[in-house]
């Protein structure tokens, strides 16, 4: 039901949605290489998120094989999933039968051969409503990946959605793509390693949540994957930059919030850094000068 007005709560306007939206961002240990396996835990997972009143779930970059780059190159057809694979009908069993849409990480093989990076997306009618292809490449994975081209919001229940994929989250220009396309929220499915590649998260998704007032979901591995030691702590940070809820870094988990118009409407109102930036577009002029 949509909130009511009051003084309060003013009427959401049309920029913005009108109730909240539950989300879960889901870390579990992925076992190299069966899909089988994996999709059975993104299915169990999906299940419980709708226990808990989720309406979409999101998974870590390349769940469904792990990540694994030696391992998919050897057999893609194997390890990578096609268009349509069977393989993936418990997934969509568990989002039609719960209601919940799910955003799976996956290595996929086109029907030319080509390998993409890409999140698949599920409707809460089980069809596969869409796929991002990773569009930031990490240079180890530059050999064997063709990088995506195409942007992806999502549209659900009001709020927009935009996904990236890992990499895809150290560059500003990403999510401030889909927050000018209108997005509330940025969800990223990723392989952050121990040490660096949590300090990298840490410093990155508050600053892409704070830089475009939209929340951000990060959901991450655990355990070790394709010679990665991972660090779990799947988080979503607030439209303000703060951190809301944060998974351990080392066991299967769900972190659960819900994602609240009143306090992106707040936020975006005390922030202005999207409608400044409406004011004022940036310039790619520039003055040089020397100083002797």
């Known amino acids: 039901m949509p909130l009511p007005s009051t003084p309060d709560r003013p009427a959401a306007s049309p920029d913005h949605p009108d109730r909240p939206l539950r989300i879960a961002a889901a870390q579990a240990q992925a076992v190299a290489g069966d899909i089988p396996a994996n999709v059975a835990t993104v299915a169990e997972l999906i299940r419980e ?30 390890y990578a999933v096609q268009p349509g694979d069977p393989r993936l009908g418990p997934i969509a069993d568990a989002c039609r039968e719960s209601g919940t849409a799910a955003v799976v990480g996956a290595a996929v093989r086109d029907a030319d051969g080509e390998l993409r990076i890409s999140a698949l997306v599920f409707g809460p009618d089980g069809t596969v409503v869409t796929r991002y292809d990773k569009q930031y490449l990490f240079k180890s994975e530059r050999d064997t990946y063709r990088p995506g081209d195409t942007g992806c919001t999502l549209q659900l229940d009001g ?60 959901a991450n591995h655990i355990g070790a994957t394709g010679n990665w030691q991972t660090c779990g702590a799947s988080a979503v940070w607030s439209p303000d930059g703060r951190l809301l809820a944060e998974a351990g870094p080392d066991r299967r988990e769900l972190v659960v919030v819900d994602l609240d118009p009143e306090v992106l409407r707040a936020t975006r109102k005390a922030e202005s850094l999207l409608a400044d930036l409406a004011i004022r577009p940036p310039t790619t002029s520039r003055g040089r000068h020397a100083l002797g």
């Open 49 to 78: 998120a709708a226990s808990a009143g989720a309406r979409l779930v999101l998974f870590a970059e390349k769940f469904l094989s792990g990540y694994e780059p030696e391992l998919i190159r050897t057999d893609p057809l194997k």
């Open 159 to 218: 709020w927009r959605l935009g996904l990236g994929i890992c990499y895809d989250s150290g560059f500003p220009e990403h999510a401030r793509a889909a927050a000018l396309d209108g997005c509330h929220a940025y969800l990223v499915g990723a392989l952050f390693s121990v040490g660096h590649g949590h300090h990298e998260s840490r410093t990155w998704f508050p600053a892409r949540a704070l830089d475009n007032t939209v929340y951000t979901v990060l």
